[in-house]
């Protein structure tokens, strides 16, 4: 009727936070990368740490945790979650998807804040349980009462948390930059220069104590510590540099999401 109001039969409510986690949780199990990326890093972990125990004696594990070789995977796993981490965010800018995630979500932080969530979810549970299975394993092969070895909650704790904090500083770098190879090159750099430089840098007096700082925190030495290795002492201040350092790699996402068009 010509002035009547219109009703839409379609039912409209107020999305939240929930609907864009729902689409970040469809998305991320959705596509091959997620599946290919968490494969490789759960053989690396799962497979180097098991090749490894089996190659250990009871006595290796005296004043160590029986999650010990899963710290060697880890190394290399590390590289899976932090290209993972890039791919979230970075793959849909490079498809040009991102116009349409953002035109059906215009709350722009929202969107962002649902990809970190996800991810660090997805990151840390493959990770915890990945590190669980190769210590219970180890534990079964090697306890035979012996020897006393380390508790494994807080390498597995903090090992998960590092390993998945990492993933997130290369999602926020992928915001930052909108490039998956530029991103996933510069977090390769952040890994692995700080573990090469330092024996340069320590052959000048003037620069040695930057090169030994270098060397607590890069990340191979920061899970070296976590899991007690020499002599570790937990890597409680290297997680929480890193901890600093993700949390304004986010910020400055945030920021530049905002602040320019997609």
């Not at 009703?7 to 107020?14: A, D, E, H, L, N």
Request: with cysteine.
């Amino acid at each position: 009727m010509p002035g009547a109001a219109y009703t839409s039969p379609i039912p409209i409510k107020r999305t939240h936070l929930g609907n864009a986690l729902a689409s970040e949780w469809t998305k991320i199990r959705s596509v091959r990368s997620t599946m290919w990326t968490l494969g490789i890093f759960l053989l690396l972990v799962i497979g180097t740490g098991l090749a490894i125990a089996a190659n250990t004696e009871p006595r290796d594990y005296a004043d160590v945790p029986y999650t010990l070789p899963a710290f060697f995977g880890l190394i290399l796993g590390q590289i899976c979650l932090i290209t993972l981490g890039v791919l979230v965010v970075s793959s849909e800018y490079g498809t040009g998807m991102i116009r349409t995630t953002m035109t059906a979500s215009p709350q722009r932080h929202r969107v962002l804040a649902a990809k970190f969530l996800i991810f660090f979810l997805v990151a840390y549970v493959v990770s915890f349980c990945a590190i669980g299975l190769v210590g219970l394993i180890t534990s079964g092969m090697h306890e035979d009462g012996s020897v006393e070895a380390a508790p494994m909650g807080g390498t597995l704790l903090k090992g998960s948390l590092y390993v998945s904090l990492l993933g997130v500083l290369a999602l926020a770098v992928g915001a930052l930059l909108r490039h998956s190879a530029g991103a996933i090159t510069a977090m390769l750099g952040l890994v692995l220069v700080p573990a090469i430089l330092p024996a340069f840098l320590m052959i000048s007096e003037s620069m040695r104590p930057i090169g030994e700082k270098m060397l607590d925190y890069n990340a191979p030495n920061s899970l070296s510590k976590i899991f007690e290795i020499d002599g570790g002492t937990g890597g409680t201040s290297q997680l929480w540099l890193l901890i600093g350092v993700t949390a304004a790699a986010i910020v400055g996402a945030f920021i530049r999401l905002e602040a320019r068009d997609v």
